[in-house]
């Protein structure tokens, strides 16, 4: 039972290139989202998905982009990357984040932008 | 907007002393309440929730948490705290109303507990 995995689990960058972190959950949930977690702050949203097809902003997506393809799928793109954007990414999804709130989290991929 | 306020950056408690972490919140409705811990190097994994009803909740691990309306709070106890307790724990709020998706996360409060 896989639950959400995350790929990379560590990345280190320089500014300006560009990756994609990976998150792909077995469990048939229809919603991810992606948040970041830094010292201090807690956890922020950045992008959330409520199924196939739909997207939509957290409360700091500016610098990322998401897509969703397929239900298991939920990619997160840094088109050109920062030293802001230095975090701990986490993945989580819901089988109904309305109903529930239930949110099931990843292990979480640590990038480093120098 | 909502928010969720957790007062305490940090806390070290001694191994089998009682234990409350502290949450407050804020928005309009009945919210949706969470607490999720969060173990070294590990993602967040849900400890308890209240939805309605009974505004004492149990989870697991041997968690509870009291939900108060008046003081717009919802503290996390535990009687009798483990070594294995230590972790950083998040309280979260999210909107009861019709078309939100969005959990609002605390800061957290990070437990160390002393053997």
């Known amino acids: 039972n896989a639950g959400v995995t995350q790929t990379p689990k560590f990345q280190v960058l320089k500014t300006g290139q560009s990756m994609t972190l990976q998150c792909a959950q077995d469990?048939?949930?229809?919603?991810m989202s992606w948040y970041r977690q830094d010292p201090g702050m807690g956890l922020r949203l950045i992008h959330y998905?409520?199924?196939?097809?739909?997207?939509d902003q957290g409360e700091v997506p500016n610098g990322y982009n998401v897509s969703r393809s397929t239900t298991e799928d939920f990619p997160l793109r840094l088109l050109s990357a920062a030293p802001s954007q230095t975090s701990v990414y986490f993945c989580?999804?819901?089988?109904?984040?309305?109903?529930?709130?239930?949110?099931?989290f990843g292990e979480g991929s640590r990038l480093t932008v120098l | 907007a909502q928010s969720v306020t957790q007062p305490d950056i940090h806390i070290t408690v001694s191994e089998g002393a009682s234990l409350e972490l502290r949450c407050n919140y804020s928005y309009g409705a009945t919210p949706y309440l969470f607490w999720y811990v969060q173990s070294p190097g590990q993602g967040l994994q849900l400890l308890l929730k209240?939805?309605?009803?009974?505004?004492l909740v149990q989870g697991i691990k041997g968690f509870e948490a009291e939900f108060k309306r008046s003081q717009s709070s919802f503290n996390l106890r535990k009687p009798s705290v483990h070594w294995s307790d230590a972790a950083e724990y998040f309280c979260a709020v999210g909107d009861s109303g019709a078309g939100s998706y969005q959990l609002t996360f605390g800061k957290g409060t990070k437990l160390s507990v002393i053997p």
């Open positions: 998905s409520v199924g196939a097809g739909i997207t």
């Open positions: 469990m048939n949930h229809e919603y």
């Open positions: 989580a999804s819901s089988y109904s984040i309305l109903n529930t709130g239930e949110l099931f």
């Open positions: 209240y939805f309605s009803g009974d505004t």
